[in-house]
């Protein structure tokens, strides 16, 4: 699908933004700094924050499109990791610092129109979480937990009914972190996560394609 053909998500998605011009000027120097890292993309969301230690951020997605970079969602409130944003790790309920691929979505509700890959979750689905298994960092279809850490994603509730994986450890490399989504939020910090509203994790999936590259970005507000 070209941008063309993008263009009528794309309205419909501008309709949840509340721009500020501070907000602005933090938020697109995180664009800015995804799209140096990942050039190929045209779909960025940018997670900002006060400070590495807080847990709340503000979340905006943008578009490149032919006027150049628009502002597409947000921003918005939400959530990060109980330590804040920093270098990703296992056990360390903190989100991870840097630019991110989205390469997958889930959720214990029916796709609600993503062009990512989507899996609909039942209590088989895993998300690895145990070093000693050769499927760590990965989601697994099996009727018994991988292991250590691992996460149940349909019995760990309504926050995963929506979710987008942004991978922070592509190599897979045990003691990195993993497991970390982009989902639906209960009003609470997260154990490395970004987590938005359920409505905003609607809109984000049904606007995010993989032929845009698309990629999250977390850092400072400022």
């Not at 509730?157 to 003691?175: C, L, Q, R």
Request: hydrophobic share 40%; glycine share 10%.
């Amino acid at each position: 699908m070209g941008l063309a053909g993008a263009l009528p998500t794309l309205v419909a998605l501008s309709s949840l933004s509340v721009p500020h011009a501070a907000a602005a000027e933090a938020d697109s120097a995180l664009r800015d700094a995804a799209v140096a890292g990942v050039p190929e993309t045209q779909e960025v969301i940018t997670v900002a924050a006060p400070s590495l230690r807080s847990t709340d951020v503000q979340v905006s997605a943008w578009a490149r499109l032919e006027q150049g970079w628009t502002r597409v969602f947000g921003p918005v409130p939400g959530k990060v990791g109980q330590q804040g944003i920093g270098e990703g790790a296992d056990g360390v309920p903190r989100t991870p610092f840097g630019v991110f691929r989205l390469d997958l979505a889930f959720g214990r509700q029916d796709n609600p129109g993503t062009a990512l890959p989507y899996t609909k979750v039942t209590n088989q689905h895993w998300w690895d979480g145990n070093v000693d298994s050769p499927t760590y960092d990965r989601m697994v279809v099996q009727p018994q937990s991988p292991g250590p850490e691992s996460e149940n994603l349909y019995d760990i509730g309504p926050v995963y009914d929506y979710a987008v994986h942004f991978d922070n450890n592509p190599a897979h490399t045990p003691g990195k972190g993993g497991a970390m989504f982009l989902h639906v939020s209960d009003g609470q910090p997260t154990l490395g996560c970004v987590a938005i509203s359920r409505e905003g994790m609607i809109s984000l999936l049904t606007w995010l394609s993989p032929a845009f590259n698309p990629v999250l970005v977390t850092g400072l507000a400022n």
